[in-house]
């Protein structure tokens, strides 16, 4: 049954009148009744009654005519629904990062992102660089969030941050008594929590870069851990100290100093990676806000 069949039904059975249906519907009255006529073979039943002078609903047409009028406005909300979709409107986003990206914008991107797109199921799930490459690369994740370097054959970057890195020490240290910057040889000989090297390097290379580019093999405490929340607890604990992205340091932690490094020029790099087909709108709705919230940073 044809979706115009249907409007042509219920302007008919609206007007009452073939001539101000036609007229309603911008078109000749001969077509419309022809369509009339071929609706009512398909449906096998006698829709108007056209006995008398004036024509009216049949008991069936009386019936169809509710039914009409459902069937519709349930296509024309599925044809909304589908356009909302491809418009990214609707929809589900799942997106992949490592905890230490919520230093950057991520809580005001996603704000954001809720604000424009109230009806978008967002997910969201902290995983290692690895595992959450591997997802990206899958496609079981729309988007990821991670450090640079990334083994991206494929995907498409966009960075996001180029943040200095600072050192975190306890707040007991000798060192944390000046708040001016400090060297990595004044500290060369303290023990250090290095975060665990992935298959994909992310932040440990650009910490291992900055301690080869001073000539320094540090002294290594703690290996293992990836979490930044962790490796700021050793360092609290008195362990270790640490090299850490420079966002880190603007939500503080007990027991933790945080001071800048002089002569360091590596930068741990942020960035979003996606594969660039299929298509996603509500995944292109987030990295629109991503490259705004990126170009501010």
């Known amino acids: 049954m044809r979706y115009r069949r249907l409007q042509y039904f219920v302007a008919v059975a609206e007007e009452l009148s073939f001539t101000r249906a036609a007229e309603r519907l911008h078109m000749a009255q001969p077509p419309l009744s022809q369509q009339i006529v071929l609706l009512e073979k398909e449906l096998g039943v006698a829709l108007f009654d056209r006995s008398r002078r004036n024509i009216r609903l049949t008991p069936a047409g009386a019936a169809f005519l509710p ?13 909304r629904m589908i356009r909302r979709v491809a418009e990214g409107s609707v929809g589900r986003l799942s997106v992949g990062l490592v905890p230490s990206a919520a230093d950057w914008h991520l809580p005001d991107v996603l704000r954001a992102f809720r604000a424009d797109h109230p009806d978008v199921e967002l997910v969201l799930r902290e995983l290692p660089p690895d595992p959450l490459l591997e997802a990206v690369t899958a496609g079981r994740f729309d988007l990821g969030i991670m450090y640079r370097p990334v083994s991206s054959d494929g995907l498409v970057e ?14 007991d240290h000798p060192a944390a008594e000046n708040h001016g910057p400090v060297s990595l040889a004044a500290v060369a000989g303290e023990p250090f929590v290095m975060p665990e090297q992935h298959d994909v390097p992310g932040l440990h290379s650009a910490i291992s870069g900055a301690f080869a580019d001073a000539g320094i093999v540090p002294r290594i405490a703690q290996r293992g851990v990836w979490l930044i929340q962790t490796v700021l ?7 270790g ?4 992205p420079a966002p880190v340091a603007l939500h503080g932690r007990p027991g933790v100093a945080f001071r800048p490094l002089r002569g360091v020029q590596r930068r741990a790099e942020l960035v979003a ?12 709705a987030l990295v629109g806000l991503l490259r705004r919230f990126g170009s501010d940073s």
Request: glycine share 2%; hydrophobic share 60%; net charge negative.
């Open 233 to 239: 607890a050793l360092v609290a604990a008195g362990i």
């Open 241 to 244: 100290l640490a090299l850490v």
């Open 273 to 284: 990676v996606w594969r660039p087909e299929p298509v996603v709108a509500t995944r292109d």
């Open 158 to 171: 966009l960075l996001l941050a180029s943040d200095e890195l600072v050192l975190a020490l306890p707040t």
């Open 67 to 79: 039914e009409a009028r459902r069937l519709l406005a349930d296509l024309d909300d599925t044809v």
